[in-house]
């Protein structure tokens, strides 16, 4: 399912709100401020020796909430350190399948321009956030030709093994992952706490638990194998994941730790308030401080505003945002959406490239199926405030 916007459709919604959920539990000492690294204690740590041990390490997982920009130029920047320590890297990409390895190969290699690498390697389908968030970091690879890896599994081989089991899906068909340690108590914990705090249409439209836990083992279980193929022959395979599956020692570095991965080190980005209110020492091996708002990130994308589900007949609206474009213009939940701006819509990843294309004060025309009946619906983007418009 995907909450559409102008330059991401959200999938991993427990990456995406982590940090928010940590936030919970306030901790005051050892805050890092901005651009300083703190170790797991809350004690500031030069970077250079910092980065002298990271060297020595199987793997290095970067967290990032996959919607913020700061976050992605904190890895580029971490990864250049890295390079700089051990030149012998290799870069494993939650974002991606392992489908989508010809494409990242060719990539690194110099034989796709950025267009022809989001259409082979599936972008949008298979992650959906803007491409313009990553492409630093793909860019970084190609030129120093550092091998990048897709870690992550597609959806459909995703809710296999979690609808039917791993043992019900040969190891060939799983691309020969073995399955998943359970998830520490603390981690079921903290994903209960993601489940409740969000509706339940952003989780297959129900509260199943164990179905949420479920499906998050696989995903950091997909990527942990991932990351110990890619550290064989001596590599440092660094991880660009989400931080929910990165936090405390859960996920990933969790499985990490069951398939002979000797040593592994968890960095996050930390966005500090004034107050400090969302700093929680011991959540990581290193915390590096980002000033906190907006200040530095790209204006807010657009949003139609609806959860969509892919339908036989286009993309089915799960349900309408409050307060939004889409229920502005009259958009119910049960809505399938057939064309928008002409183009006909055979998948959510095609819905989610018009709107990316739509400015402030468009008009996105849609053909929409409601029960028997084919409407067109005009759905308007608000245009931005002038001068003379009150606050």
């Known amino acids: ?100 390895q010809p494409a990242l190969d060719a990539w690194v290699a110099g034989e796709l321009d950025e267009q022809a690498f989001l259409e082979q390697s599936n972008w949008n389908q298979a992650w959906g956030f803007d491409p313009q968030l990553y492409l630093p970091i793909l860019h970084f690879a190609r030129m120093h030709r550092i091998p990048l890896r897709g870690i992550n599994v597609d959806a459909t081989l995703r ?17 020969h992952i073995p399955p998943p340690l359970d998830a520490p108590e603390a981690y079921r914990e903290r994903l209960e706490q993601v ?13 199943d638990l164990d179905r949420f836990v479920r499906s998050q083992l696989v995903w950091d279980r ?19 994941i989400g931080s929910g599956h990165l936090q405390f020692g859960h996920g990933v570095p969790h499985q990490l730790g069951d398939l002979d991965i000797d040593t592994s080190r968890t960095l996050l980005p930390w966005e500090i308030t004034a107050e400090c209110e969302n700093w929680e020492p011991g959540i990581a091996d290193a915390v590096f401080g980002l000033a906190a708002g907006d200040r530095h990130e790209p204006p807010r994308p657009l949003m139609l505003g609806v959860q969509i589900t892919p339908d036989p007949a286009g993309v089915r609206i799960q349900s309408v945002l409050p307060n939004s474009v889409a229920e502005a213009a009259g958009l119910e939940t049960g809505d399938v959406l057939t064309e928008a701006a002409d183009q006909t819509l055979q998948q959510p990843a095609d819905l989610v490239a018009v709107v990316r294309r739509q400015q402030p004060g468009h008009v996105l025309p849609l053909r929409v199926l409601r029960g028997d009946e084919t409407m067109e619906i005009l759905a308007r983007f608000r245009a931005p405030p002038t001068g003379n418009d009150p606050e």
């Open 1 to 100: 399912m995907r909450v559409l916007a102008a330059s991401v459709a959200v999938i991993g919604l427990f990456s995406l709100t982590a940090m928010a959920a940590a936030a919970s539990a306030a901790t005051h000492g050892g805050c890092p401020a901005p651009g300083q690294w703190h170790d797991a204690q809350g004690e500031e740590w030069a970077p250079e020796r910092l980065f002298a041990e990271l060297a020595q390490a199987d793997v290095v997982l970067l967290g990032e909430r996959h919607d913020r920009m700061e976050h992605h130029r904190w890895q580029l920047h971490t990864l250049a350190g890295l390079h700089a320590q051990r030149s012998n890297l290799v870069i494993g990409l939650e974002m991606l399948p392992r489908e989508a």
């Open 159 to 175: 809710d296999r093994l979690v609808t039917e089991g791993w043992e019900a899906v040969p190891p060939e068909e799983r691309h």
């Open 195 to 207: 489940l409740a705090e969000h509706p339940a249409s952003l989780h297959h439209g129900n509260n």
């Open 222 to 240: 997909a990527m942990a194998a991932g990351l110990a193929e890619a550290a064989a022959g001596d590599a440092l395979a660094v991880g660009i």
